[in-house]
């Protein structure tokens, strides 16, 4: 890709300075969303990629977090640089975000209307009559039924998937240029995580936006990503566009998360688990941070911390043994052991 | 909301039963002469030892509980508390004289303990674990341990025997001259504010002037409480999701935590409001006594000290059921703040 | 979190450890009362002896190191038995209060429905009168002294820990392993007791820790209004109330008796400051919320 892109995050590193040490939650982590495009962030709970995008808002508590080293490159800016006040600007106007827990996420006070409005007002010159105009114009956009009605209720009058849809119309009131999703379908149902993914890649649609979607969950990642970064421990481990990574996995991690879910389409009887847990980042391994979970570990994997490295044009991988992976595949061999019989 | 405070007024009765048979479980602690001078109006009425017996038989001092009971809160229920020896007046009316001085105190006390309690509990988290929360809690701690009894006998020690500043009682002695005067009415029977209906603002002054040691001496210790609750309420309101979100609009820190938090984290203070206010007419008690104000907490006192059982029973009664009221109008004000509660 | 994780920050924190070590001293003090201050009458140590009769009070001397308050009272002897007086009033009345509390919260929860209503309602009235004042009453009615003034605390003292473990009973019974271990019928009473326990003691500690202070505190006010021990007992309040009538000095000076108030006023607000430094870290470091 030869665009221009819209962040471009560089090396970044987001450290927690805790009583019991320094926890290196995002450690050298580099990725580009460009315009227009999704890009997912996957990876189990605790591999960083919520303090990733906070980083990118500015809104890692501080302390004990700081961010460490790094730039984060929007339209010619270097967010890690600018002042807080500046930065004020640029979040809930250019970059917006949503959050998982749509049921806590909202002022429980205050009405959804006044919510939305005085985010509108905040980066926009406009009267509150004219912004609250724009908070219905919003709520209707984002498929609230009588939002005449609904923009003056209180957040606990509705439910989870309609406050999500608050949410959503919140961040978009000020038509940003970055959306950022931390998991923004996990605590919902699963017929409401799909309206709320739908109406997400709609309205990516109608505003030209970049979205930054984060989560577990490699199903959502599927249904509306174009490019993926796979996280583990801090780091980026594998990076290329979403029909790549699912038809050739190049890491291990990625190989061992696809295998685990259950797929109605592929004709496979047997699940395969990645053994153990994700080490403490107050204690990671030397080395390649998987190799206490990595079937494929073996000397360098336990000395040298790999580098990510271009395997194939447009897919990096941070592997030692990717090449060995790409002979067992070959092979039709599996890796880990089987988790169980898929009936 | 509705249902809510329906289910508030339908305790209401079963609390002031319950505590009307609290006070009149205590004085059937005492033997049947002691508890005849509940029911004398006036000492007149007693002439001699054998009037006496015949009063505890004519009041049905021997009959059984639930009789006495029935004849006690009949009383009760007509304003008849008995007569107080202490203050040589029947319980009803030195109740009366002696309220507006004690609710004068009472409000004037609450000003400190809200709003320094609320503002300083609110800056100590918004600063968590800086230096400015750390003195304020400090402060905070040996607020809520210091005695108010050996407090206020300091703040007199020092304010009054050492620099005269702060005397004790109610007023000057020529403005209580003024005051008892028939050109000055008596409106309300607290100082200040009859001052100012009166236009006589060196009465105002003279009255604000007494009290600013007793409000400081009955605010420090409900002071420290309010914030120390204000405090932890604002760090776990801090933490909540929503504030992130304001952050996330791109909100400054000052309206995320003036605007955002702060109203979320008084909310769970309203409901302790109740409680304070109980704390607060307990340290009336001591207050009153040590500054000599003619409130009902030195009646209160004063009745302890004289085995003036009609009074003591009659001030509590009069307390318990006035701090009742007030914590019904506590819980419906949290109702109003809390959509939550209010909608449902 | 475990009890030796506990003790150990508890052990770490400055602000706890200074209000450890005061509650030592204290402890000292009351434990060998009578090599730091022997009694005149063994059989009645808590009678605190007189340098003589004149009422005015006496400045501290090689003798008397204290000074003696009104009526000659020894200000030291008094001090020093005064802090068994407090350690007995804040022991028994916060643990049989507290234990009260445990039970009937405990009962009103599990039970729940209208034995729950009932107790809470009862929990209510007891609220409903200033603590300071209902105890003033109930002295006053079952006459002054040391006993009846305990009787009179624990009886008006014990509503906040019932509605504390009320609260965190019901929390813990909706937990995850209490739920499963009842849906699986388990009868196995111990273990549920056991999780209920070790989820719910810590606030309950941390309020009767606090408590331990402001029960001192409520007994001497009794004694300062004249309702609490007898004349002459060692009671912080009583020599407190003694100062009561002199904090006004002497023409040209007015710090003439300073000793009869400052002397006993620290003693008792050192002896609640503590174990509210106490309480205080204790909550923070329990408090997950706060961290």
């Known amino acids: 890709m030869n665009k221009q892109a819209l962040v471009e995050v560089k090396n970044l590193k987001t450290y927690f ?18 315009p227009g495009e999704t890009l997912g962030i996957v990876g189990e709970s605790g591999c960083g990629k919520s303090v990733t995008s906070l980083s990118i808002m500015r809104l890692v508590e501080s302390p004990p977090g700081r961010i460490e080293a790094g730039e984060i490159n929007f339209q010619g800016k270097d967010l890690t640089k600018i002042s807080e006040k500046e930065m004020r600007k640029i979040r809930g106007n250019d970059i917006s975000m949503i959050f998982q827990e749509p049921m806590t996420s909202l002022n429980p006070v205050y009405t959804v209307g ?27 956009k984002v498929g609230i039924p009588l939002p005449e009605q609904r923009v003056d209720e209180y957040p606990h009058q509705l439910s989870g998937g309609m406050r999500q849809r608050v949410m959503i119309a919140m961040a978009l009131s000020c038509d940003p240029k970055l959306l950022i999703a931390d998991e923004p379908t996990t605590a919902l149902d699963v017929t409401i995580q799909a309206q709320i993914l739908e109406l997400m890649n709609s309205l990516k649609e109608s505003y030209g936006m970049s979205i930054m979607m984060i989560t577990h969950d490699l199903g959502v990642i599927a249904e509306v990503s174009d490019r993926v970064a796979v996280m583990y421990a801090g780091k980026v481990v594998e990076y290329t566009d979403v029909d790549t990574l699912f038809d050739d996995p190049k890491h291990p991690y990625t190989w061992g998360l696809m295998n685990s879910i259950p797929k109605l389409d592929k004709d496979v009887d047997r699940l395969e688990a990645i053994p153990g847990s994700v080490p403490s980042p107050l204690n990671f391994p030397k080395g390649c941070k998987f190799n206490t979970r990595c079937p494929l ?15 194939a044009a447009g897919h990096k991988v941070r592997c030692w043994r990717y090449k060995d992976l790409e002979e067992i595949k070959k092979r039709g061999e599996r890796i880990y052991e089987d988790r169980g019989v898929q009936k | 909301m509705i249902a809510y405070i329906a289910r508030r007024l339908l305790i209401l009765p079963i609390i002031l039963f319950g505590v009307s048979m609290l006070i009149f479980s205590m004085i059937m602690m005492l033997g049947p002469y002691q508890r005849l001078s509940t029911y004398i109006n006036d000492p007149a009425q007693l002439k001699g030892a054998e009037d006496i017996d015949q009063l505890v038989s004519k009041y049905g001092l021997n009959d059984p509980w639930y009789e006495q009971y029935g004849r006690w809160i009949g009383g009760v229920l007509k304003g008849d508390f008995g007569w107080s020896e202490s203050a040589g007046a029947p319980v009803t009316k030195a109740i009366a004289d002696r309220f507006p001085a004690t609710l004068e105190l009472a409000l004037l006390s609450l000003v400190p303990v809200i709003f320094g ?21 400090i402060f905070a701690v040996i607020g809520w341990s210091f005695p108010s009894f050996v407090f206020g006998l300091i703040v007199l020690m020092i304010f009054y025997g050492v620099l005269g500043w702060l005397p004790p009682g109610r007023l000057s002695n020529w403005a209580t001259e003024i005051v008892r005067s028939a050109d000055f009415v008596s409106y309300t029977g607290m100082y200040i504010l009859d001052g100012i209906l009166n236009f006589n603002f060196s009465i105002v002054l003279d009255a604000i002037r007494h009290l600013i040691a007793p409000v400081i001496t009955i605010s420090i210790l409900w002071w420290a409480f309010i914030l120390r609750i204000t405090r932890s309420n604002m760090l776990e309101t801090l933490k909540k999701d929503y504030i992130r979100t304001a952050r996330a609009k791109g909100l400054a820190d000052n309206i995320v935590v003036y605007k955002h938090a702060v109203r979320n984290a008084l909310i769970p203070v309203v409901t302790v409001a109740g409680q304070m206010v109980l704390g607060l007419a307990g340290g009336l008690v001591i207050v009153e006594s040590i500054f000599n104000i003619r409130g009902l907490g030195q009646f209160m006192a004063n009745a302890a000290q004289q085995l003036d059982y009609p009074g003591v029973l009659g001030g509590a009664l009069y307390f318990g059921f006035l701090l009742i009221l007030i914590n019904l109008f506590v819980d419906v004000s949290y109702a109003v703040i809390d959509p939550r509660i209010r909608l449902e | 979190m475990e009890w030796q994780e506990v003790v150990k920050r508890l052990l770490q924190n400055k602000i706890s450890l200074l209000g450890i070590l005061i509650i030592l001293f204290f ?28 009422i005015e009070p006496q400045p501290p001397s090689d003798e008397y190191i204290f000074g003696t308050t009104e009526g000659q009272y020894d200000i030291f002897y008094g001090i020093v038995w005064g802090t068994r007086t407090a350690f007995r009033i804040g022991l028994i009345v916060v643990g049989i209060s507290t234990s009260i509390g445990i039970v009937l919260g405990t009962i009103a929860a599990y039970y729940g429905g209208w034995i729950d209503e009932i107790l809470m309602r009862i929990t209510d009235i007891f609220m409903s009168i200033p603590f300071i004042i209902a105890t003033i009453v109930l002295v006053t009615i079952l006459g002054q002294g040391l006993t009846n003034v305990m009787i009179a605390l624990i009886t008006f003292s014990w509503m906040s820990t019932a509605r504390l473990m009320r609260s965190q009973v019901l929390s813990v019974k909706e937990d995850e392993f209490v739920q499963a271990a009842l849906a699986l019928g388990a009868n196995d009473f111990r273990i549920i007791f056991r999780h209920i326990i070790l989820n719910t003691i810590f606030p309950v500690v ?12 409520t007994a001497s006010t009794l004694s300062f209004l004249g309702v609490g021990t007898p004349e002459g ?8 109330s003694f100062a009561r009538n002199w904090i006004l000095g002497v023409e040209g000076n007015p710090l003439n008796y300073w000793y009869t108030l400052i002397i006993p006023g620290v003693a008792i607000t050192l002896f609640c400051l503590s174990w509210n430094l106490i309480g205080d870290a204790f909550r923070d470091i329990l408090d997950p919320k706060l961290n």
């Open chain 1, 17 to 34: 300075y805790t009583e019991e040490g320094i926890v290196k939650a995002v450690d050298g982590v580099d990725y580009e969303i460009y």
């Open chain 1, 297 to 311: 570990a073996e000397g360098k994997c336990y000395d040298e911390e790999p580098p990510l490295e271009e395997a």
């Open chain 3, 233 to 240: 007992y060692a009671d912080w309040g009583q020599m407190i």
């Open chain 1, 114 to 140: 006044d919510q939305i409005i005085e985010a509108i007002m905040l980066h926009k010159d406009v009267n509150r009559k004219e912004a609250r105009k724009q908070a219905i114009d919003m709520l209707k």
């Open chain 3, 27 to 54: 402890i000292i003090v009351a434990v060998f009362a009578p090599w730091i201050a022997p009694p005149r009458d063994p059989d009645d140590p808590y009678l605190i002896p007189r340098a003589g009769w004149s």
């Open chain 2, 117 to 137: 309690g609320i503002i300083l509990g609110v800056l100590s988290a918004v600063h968590h674990n800086k230096a400015l929360d750390h003195t304020i809690r």
């Open chain 3, 206 to 217: 941390i309020q009767a820790s606090m408590r331990m202070g402001s029960m001192v505190i």
